[in-house]
């Protein structure tokens, strides 16, 4: 398992997994008609500006196995003053699920924050309706402080079917994922 920060040629790869997990997840909180439509578009325009030109406050790492994507993590440094860094995205292939992949990305968000800020904490928003994500940030000794209602994506209420919510995961220290 090799893990390295995405670059631009990236974007393409990451836009396909992330349209994969939210498929697959987020059936019932995110429309129909955007998830077997546009989301695999919407994600290749986000993750393209997102890694068209580096950017220090922000962090794209890839898990590639044999060369072949297998997860990644996208945190966004000093987001919240209350909360920290946010872990704006964590996916990992299915076929790769519960072999370690998250927990090591998770790993690698959280050495990124510590060698920047020792003192910042890490957080990440999960769907509610995603309680496998939230077993999985629970045994990283993720906390749930909060809940809220999710923004569509892009902007477009029509893209979100009701009105789902989503919980704050933290972690105030997050040294504690590194081991």
């Avoid at 919240?80 to 990305?105: F, M, Q, Y």
Wanted: a negative charge; glycine letters at 12%.
């Amino acid at each position: 398992m090799q893990f390295r920060r995405a670059g631009p040629s990236d974007a393409a790869s990451v836009a396909s997994l992330h349209a994969l997990s939210w498929r697959r997840h987020y059936r019932g909180a995110y429309s129909d008609e955007f998830l077997d439509g546009d989301v695999e578009t919407d994600r290749l325009v986000v993750w393209t500006g997102r890694l068209e030109a580096p950017d220090e406050g922000r962090a794209t790492i890839l898990a590639e196995d044999d060369g072949a994507l297998v997860g990644f993590v996208h945190v966004v440094f000093g987001d919240d003053p209350e909360w920290g860094t946010l872990i704006d995205n964590l996916h990992v292939v299915p076929s790769a699920k519960r072999t370690g992949i998250g927990r090591r990305l998770m790993a690698q968000a959280a050495g990124h924050v510590v060698r920047r800020d020792r003192t910042m904490g890490l957080y990440l928003w999960v769907l509610e309706q995603n309680e496998d994500a939230q077993a999985f940030y629970g045994a990283c000794g993720g906390r749930c402080v909060e809940r809220a209602l999710t923004e569509p994506p892009g902007g477009v209420p029509g893209r979100l079917r009701g009105s789902p919510a989503k919980l704050r995961y933290v972690w105030a220290d997050p040294s504690t994922l590194l081991g």
